[in-house]
């Protein structure tokens, strides 16, 4: 963040941070001539004797700067941390809610509920999986002691003014199998030359070719601020962060017949820039709340400020730093399920069951998917399941984060299910006779983003009247991130042809994450580096840890390890909540053997299984909560996103500006 920030700052964009994190001394020492800056704009009388070397800052060294946060986004990050937590729950006293027959009633048992809220958090299948490799044990047990910190009587409840802790902890990869198939439907929609037949789950506006995903906040801010030109290629669909807390707004409070100012929502995150992403203006109660007024009038709606769907996001690091400033040893913490006195069912009998399913599927994540939440792997599945004549292709980039993906199809005939990789012997090229129907790519990492960028400029219209429009050569293919084929090798003129012929535009969809690896590697999960402020690794009831003497390369695959160990609900279930020692047992007896098929049977339509999807169950989710709230699927689930212009210069002070940021922050903070 930038060392100085005051009110007249906040109308700037992109500008230079106050201290540069370039170290100096790598360039060259050079003797200061009369206090001028080599570096600065001077006229020809004082040009510098000297010829000083060029200052060099790496892709990296950008976007680690403050520069590109501009000052708005600096107030609002810092206001979400652990100290906020802290302070909302010592501020508010925690409303008790009883669930008795079907409806909600508030009670007061010495507390003033007047001044009450609603606590609920939600956290990310990261996130464990990074408390899972700190502290040597399963993602499930990682799991259990969140929810004992958050929840339980040795946690947060322990302490502060009123005692106060959440009263649910939801898993959002049940609104990520949301998103799974709300992108699947995106792409098959814009795919298919009927488009003009939309289904009620599906977004008014569909994107262009090649739809990018949009569930990294990192790359979302990247885009809208620098390279406007892609904003139409961007999914609409929420990220499960939104999509948990556009749910838990909505059913809550039209089951607790409470404002959604009065419900709190935490997300524990494994990004900072999931900060921003709960910010956005684009992200409140203004989108939803005119289906499912409250009890006021609908004058008084419009007086109050937006209420966020995300009040506040914390990062993994933050989690522990949560536990460290209410005293709480964080790997003390009981390693099983809460006790079943203290759970209190979701309002929602419906939602209950898919929030906390009662049949906890244990089925190993596939690591083609990767490590931020699968989506392109759901769109392929998807793809090769309404096209069963079919088989995958997959392309090695230059980098493990660029990879390329084909399915195709014979031309006549002919049935295979086999997945041909060329990996670093170049592209996968198409077998006589077969035909490719579906393209897509993966990109994680900025250096990748600006080569995908690049490629979706538009071509640069001529000055001369009648001219053609001058074609970027860099938007082929093989240009900048494929391998070539191996020299000497009897297909490489083959791969070479079919690689130079291939165009960005031939890309149905692309998934982009910002950090190199995938959200496993955020920049709020627990680094290497970490373990040693105080060892915690070695405090664990498992023993030494699992990061000491260990690269950030090792320690990374370690976390990718105990996230594609994963089970598929690791947050407590109600197979949980009946069996709390029991289960604890038959989990160290299985930890983390894997159990396919287990309960998959239970309730499947006629469209079943893809990718470990119940598709059939999220459809029928997703109908009941569009249903119950009288909102459509489309004004819950999907959203905009715009570009971001500088004020700078501009006519207007920046006291306006203040007034109107001041407007967006309220509803929470």
Not at 246 to 273: G, N
Not at 288 to 308: D, L
Request: glycine share 8%; hydrophobic share 35%.
């Amino acid at each position: 963040m930038s060392a100085i920030l005051s009110a007249d700052d906040l109308n700037d964009f992109i500008s230079p941070g106050v201290a540069c994190i370039k170290p100096v001394e790598t360039l060259p020492l050079q003797k200061p001539e009369k206090d001028i800056n080599p570096y600065e704009v001077t006229t020809e009388n004082q040009i510098p004797a000297q010829n000083h070397a060029p200052a060099q800052i790496s892709l990296t060294d950008c976007l680690a700067c403050s520069g590109c946060v501009t000052s708005a986004e600096a107030v609002l990050v810092s206001l979400q941390s652990h100290s906020e937590v802290l302070n909302t729950l010592d501020s508010h006293p925690s409303i008790p809610v009883q669930h008795v027959a079907g409806a909600c009633s508030e009670q007061e048992p010495g507390n003033d509920v007047s001044q009450g809220k609603v606590f609920v958090a939600s956290v990310s299948p990261q996130v464990r999986a990074s408390i899972a490799a700190t502290y040597a044990i399963s993602d499930q047990r990682a799991g259990w002691m969140i929810d004992q910190l958050l929840s339980g009587p040795s946690g947060l409840r322990s302490g502060g003014s009123h005692g106060s802790a959440f009263t649910w902890v939801i898993d959002t990869n049940a609104m990520r199998e949301a998103a799974l198939v709300l992108g699947a439907d995106e792409i098959t929609i814009s795919t298919s030359s009927s488009a003009a037949s939309t289904s009620s789950s599906t977004s008014p506006s569909q994107p262009k070719k090649p739809i990018l995903t949009s569930a990294c906040p990192g790359w979302i801010c990247y885009a809208e601020k620098t390279h406007p030109h892609v904003l139409p290629h961007l999914s609409r669909l929420k990220s499960p962060q939104a999509l948990t807390g556009t749910l838990l707004k909505t059913v809550l409070s039209q089951r607790l017949h409470m404002p959604p100012d009065r419900i709190w929502h935490l997300a524990v995150m494994p990004c900072f820039d999931k900060k921003l992403e709960a910010s956005r203006e684009e992200l409140t109660d203004v989108y939803w709340r005119h289906s499912t007024p409250p009890k006021s009038s609908e004058q008084e709606q419009e007086m109050r400020p937006p209420v966020r769907d995300v009040d506040c996001v914390i990062t993994a690091r933050e989690l522990l730093m949560l536990a460290d400033t209410r005293g709480i040893s964080f790997p003390s913490l009981p390693q099983k399920p809460l006790p079943k006195s203290s759970l209190i069912p979701f309002p929602d009998s419906t939602l209950d069951a898919d929030l906390f399913p009662r049949k906890r599927r244990r089925r190993n994540q596939d690591p083609a998917a990767g490590p931020s939440g699968g989506y392109l792997h759901h769109v392929l599945q998807t793809q090769l399941s309404q096209n069963p004549n079919s088989k995958l292709q997959t392309t090695r980039g230059r980098n493990a984060d660029v990879v390329e993906y084909a399915i195709t199809r014979p031309r006549s005939g002919g049935f295979t299910e086999e997945i041909t990789q060329a990996g670093s012997d170049g592209r996968a090229e198409e077998e006589e006779g077969e035909e490719t129907i579906f393209k897509a790519a993966r990109y994680y990492g900025f250096r990748n983003i600006q080569n995908l960028v690049r490629k979706l400029k538009p071509p640069r219209p001529r000055r001369l009247p009648g001219a053609a429009a001058i074609s970027r050569p860099s938007t082929k293919l093989a240009s900048s991130s494929l391998k070539p084929a191996v020299p000497g090798s009897s297909k490489s003129t083959a791969a070479a042809a079919t690689a130079n012929s291939n165009n960005i535009s031939d890309y149905a969809y692309v998934e982009v994450m910002a950090c190199p690896g995938g959200c496993t590697n955020g920049g709020g999960q627990i680094k290497v580096d970490d373990l040693g402020l105080g060892d915690r690794s070695r405090e664990g009831k498992e023993g030494g840890g699992a990061g000491v003497g260990v690269s950030q390369k090792e320690w990374l695959a370690k976390v990718d390890e105990a996230y594609f160990s994963m089970s598929d609900s690791s947050s407590s279930s109600s197979s949980d909540r009946d069996n709390d020692d029991e289960d604890v047992a038959a989990e160290d007896a299985m930890d983390l053997d894997t159990v396919v098929g287990e309960g998959m049977d239970d309730g499947l339509d006629e469209e079943g299984m893809i990718g470990g999807v119940d598709v059939g169950g999220v459809r029928r989710m997703l109908k009941h909560w569009s249903e119950s709230t009288g909102v459509g699927v489309e004004e819950l689930c999907f959203t905009t996103f715009r570009e971001v212009r500088s004020d700078v210069g501009q006519n207007g002070g920046s006291q306006d500006r203040v007034v109107e940021l001041a407007g967006r922050i309220g509803g929470g903070w």
